[in-house]
C-alpha cells in the first residue's frame, strides 16, 4: 500500500510539471555572496560561496541564506574577529534574505538576454530584521539564469557594534550577490 | 541536478516557509592563539599562514632593584609556524636558554561542534623535537649528537564552554634521550591543565598550569605555573604574561623549571605574533568584484 501512495505521488508530481511551467523554482547552494567594508586603512572583505538561494519563476518570490561563518578572509584572525566580535555568530548563525523580485514578469526566462531586476524584502542579520532594497540584473542563457546585484547596508541598523567600525572598518558595508540558478 | 528539476503543487510555492535544516557549527576560537603561554593550545594557525613568533621572559622579579627586577636580563625563542592544512601545522624555533632548537607538528583530530551534529570536545596531537646545541661544560662526556635530543608526544584535550570560558587538559609524554645518572628515567610524564577567561571582547585572561606524573631528581625542578593576558589587537594577538618558567620548550618549561612562585622567582613576559598570509585562500584567488 504505501509502495503505491509512493508511486502515485510520483506519477502526481511527473505530470504536475508538465501543467506549470511557471510554477519553476530555482535553486542554487554555491551562489556567492562577498562583501566589503574596506576603509583607507585596511582592506576588509569576504567571500561567502555557499549560498543556498531559490527562487519562484512565476511570482518572484525569493530567498537567500548563508552561514555566517563560511565567509572566507584572506586574514585568518580577522575572520575569528568578525564572527567572535562582531557578528556574534555563534549566537547568530545565518543571515537570510525573504522577498519578491518586483518586475519579475519583465524577465523572460524562455529568450536569452539580459534583465534589470529590483529586490524588495527583508534582510535579517545579527539577529536583526531590516527592509532592504537592491538593484541588479537577471542574465539568462539557456534557461540558465544568472542575478547579480549589489546593495549598501549600514552596520549599525543590524546593531553590529565594535571599536573600530568608523575608523578601520567602514561603516556602510557594499554587498555584492551572485548566484547562478538551475 | 536534483534540485533542478522544476517542481510543483496544487497550492501556491511558498518558501517563505520552508523549513531550515539546522546547522551544524564547528567551534572556533576555544583559544585566541596557539599558545596558551609556553606550551601549545587546540588551535591551529589557518591554512597558508606562516606565523612570526617572539617570546620573549624577562628575569626575575627576586632578583631585586640591582637587576631592575629582572628587566635586565632576557631569554627569548624566536619562532616561524606555518599552517599547511586548516587542520595541520608545523614549526620551528631557536631558544636562548641553552641554545636550543626545536621543531613541531600538530594536527587536528577531532572538532568541537555545536548545532544539527554534536560533539563535546575537540582533539589535536602535537609532537615536538628539541636539540639542545650548548656546548658540554665538561670533556668527561663527550655526547653523540642523538644524546642533545628530547621529544615531547601530547595530547591536547578542548573544550569551549560558551564565548566566556574554554579549559584544555594536555597528557604528555616526555623521552630525553641522555639523563645525568644511570638510575634517572629517560621517559617522563606531565599533564598540563589551561584556561581562557573572556574578560571584554579583546582581553583575555589565560592561566597554564603543568603537573608532573613523575619527575627528574633535582629539587630545584618545580612545576610551571603562567598566568597571563591575552590581547587583541586587529592584526595579531599579544599576550603578556607571569611565569616561573625560563625557557620555552617543552623540555625546559614542563620538566626544567626552576623558579618557585612563593619565592618570588616570577618572570614578566610577553608573546608577540605577526602573521603572513602565504597562499590566500581560493576564494581570493580570483577576486570578482573585491
Keep these: 500500500m504505501k509502495q503505491m501512495t509512493k508511486i502515485a505521488a510520483m506519477v502526481l508530481f511527473m505530470m504536475s510539471t508538465q501543467y506549470s511551467q511557471a510554477q519553476k523554482v530555482y535553486a542554487t547552494k554555491t551562489g556567492q555572496i562577498a562583501f566589503n567594508a574596506s576603509s583607507p586603512i585596511e582592506k576588509i572583505a569576504a567571500i561567502n560561496n555557499q549560498t543556498d538561494s531559490k527562487f519562484v519563476g512565476e511570482n518572484g518570490q525569493v530567498v537567500f541564506a548563508v552561514l555566517i561563518k563560511g565567509f572566507k578572509f584572506e586574514n585568518q584572525l580577522m575572520e575569528d574577529h568578525f564572527n567572535e566580535n562582531y557578528m556574534e555568530s555563534t549566537k547568530f548563525p545565518k543571515g537570510d534574505f525573504k522577498g519578491y523580485i518586483t518586475n519579475i514578469k519583465e524577465v523572460n526566462f524562455s529568450k536569452d538576454g539580459s534583465y534589470p531586476v529590483t529586490l524588495d524584502g527583508n534582510l535579517t542579520l545579527h539577529g536583526v530584521t531590516n527592509k532592504v532594497a537592491a538593484t541588479g540584473t537577471m542574465k539568462v542563457a539557456g534557461g540558465a539564469p544568472e542575478m547579480e546585484g549589489t546593495f549598501k547596508i549600514k552596520l549599525k541598523d543590524y546593531k553590529v557594534e565594535g571599536l573600530y567600525i568608523g575608523e578601520k572598518i567602514a561603516p556602510e558595508v557594499a554587498i555584492t550577490v551572485k548566484c547562478k540558478y538551475q | ?290
Design chain 2, 1 to 290: 541536478m536534483v534540485v533542478a528539476a522544476p517542481f510543483s503543487t496544487q497550492a501556491q510555492i511558498d518558501l517563505f516557509a520552508e523549513k531550515e535544516e539546522e546547522v551544524t557549527d564547528i567551534v572556533t576560537a576555544t583559544f585566541k592563539t596557539t599558545r596558551v603561554v609556553n606550551g601549545h593550545s587546540i588551535e591551529n594557525v589557518g591554512k597558508g599562514i606562516l606565523d612570526f613568533r617572539i617570546l620573549h621572559r624577562f628575569g626575575q622579579f627576586s632578583d631585586g632593584a640591582y637587576n631592575l627586577f629582572g628587566l635586565d636580563q632576557a631569554s627569548i625563542r624566536l619562532g616561524l609556524d606555518y599552517g599547511i592544512t586548516k587542520n595541520w601545522m608545523v614549526g620551528i624555533g631557536r631558544s636562548t636558554f641553552e641554545k636550543q632548537y626545536d621543531a613541531f607538528t600538530k594536527v587536528r583530530i577531532l572538532s568541537q561542534t555545536t548545532g544539527g551534529r554534536q560533539f563535546p570536545l575537540s582533539l589535536s596531537y602535537a609532537a615536538t623535537v628539541i636539540y639542545k646545541s650548548v656546548k658540554n661544560p665538561t670533556t668527561t662526556y663527550v655526547p653523540y649528537q642523538s644524546d642533545r635530543l628530547s621529544y615531547a608526544h601530547q595530547l591536547i584535550i578542548a573544550r569551549k564552554f560558551g564565548d566566556y570560558f574554554s579549559f584544555q587538559v594536555t597528557p604528555t609524554y616526555f623521552h630525553y634521550n641522555l639523563v645525568q645518572t644511570q638510575s634517572t628515567p629517560n621517559d617522563f610524564m606531565s599533564v598540563g591543565l589551561a584556561s581562557r577567561i573572556r574578560i571584554s571582547k579583546r582581553v583575555n585572561l589565560t592561566g597554564e598550569y603543568y603537573y608532573r606524573v613523575n619527575k627528574l631528581p633535582n629539587p630545584d625542578y618545580k612545576d610551571a605555573l603562567s598566568i597571563g593576558f591575552d590581547i587583541e589587537t586587529g592584526g595579531h594577538v599579544f599576550q603578556l604574561h607571569m611565569t616561573n618558567s625560563t625557557g620555552m620548550t617543552e623540555r625546559t618549561f614542563i620538566h626544567e623549571t626552576t623558579g618557585e612562585w612563593g619565592k618570588g622567582n616570577i618572570r614578566f613576559g610577553f608573546n608577540v605574533s605577526r602573521v603572513f598570509t602565504i597562499i590566500k585562500p581560493k576564494e581570493f584567488r580570483n577576486p570578482a568584484g573585491l
